[in-house]
């Protein structure tokens, strides 16, 4: 996972139906510089109106929650009007939670396992609130071969991929691999600059929020596949995907 570069005041809002664990979160999250809980939420449905009211910086959402499942939780808050900016970060109980590719497709900018350790959920809350994505290699390659195992068909070309240059589908596939920018950059022998630049463009072009929903404008497109090219082998020998 790559660091997260220093941020201050970042609001989070905890969204979780076991106290115990809210109380464990916001402990955390409140003894360390620059973070803050601004509230907590004990369904999906509470954790969209919090959203709405508190406007926070990031939501840590869990899954499972009753009235409400994290998932349109997430879908609501990532698509009002009020609460476009605020990012979601996924907690699941399982690395390949079942639902989390759908949760990513509603808007969520990442996920963290619930046993991760207490600098890689302040690492993972800081990279979001910086407009990262919370994507490993390994996460997004079992992604995608849980996605099309399912035999999922195509949502259709994503708005926008027509426009898209040779090179930004070349950075596109890369991204989708789960390389970071410097491995991009390796790879196609840029410089990160170039990368990023690139990278902006793409966002721009497929009104995507962030690097998660690039993955997944990749895959329902076809541009990737869980067989990929060389891309994705590529993507075997890395361990971050954001940075």
Known sequence: MTDAPPALDIRVLLADDHPLMRESFRA????????TTVGEA?????????????????VLMDVRMPEMD????????????????VRVLILTTFDLDEYVYAALQAGASGFLVKDATAAELLNGVRLVAAGEALLAPRVTR?????FTGKGNPSSGTPRGL???????REVLSLIAAGLSNTEIADHLYLGVGT?????????HKLAARDRAQLVIAAYESGLVTARGTGAQGAAGQTGAGAG
């Open 28 to 35: 955390l999250l409140d003894a360390s510089p620059g973070l």
């Open 42 to 58: 004990g369904t999906g449905a509470e954790a969209v109106r919090l959203a709405r009211e508190l406007r926070p910086d990031v």
């Open 70 to 85: 994290g998932i349109e939780a997430t879908r609501q808050i990532c698509a009002g009007p009020d609460t476009t900016a």
């Open 142 to 146: 079992r992604l995608i071969d849980a």
């Open 162 to 168: 027509d426009a898209i240059t040779e090179r930004e």
């Open 195 to 203: 990368v990023k630049t690139h990278i902006g463009r793409l966002l």
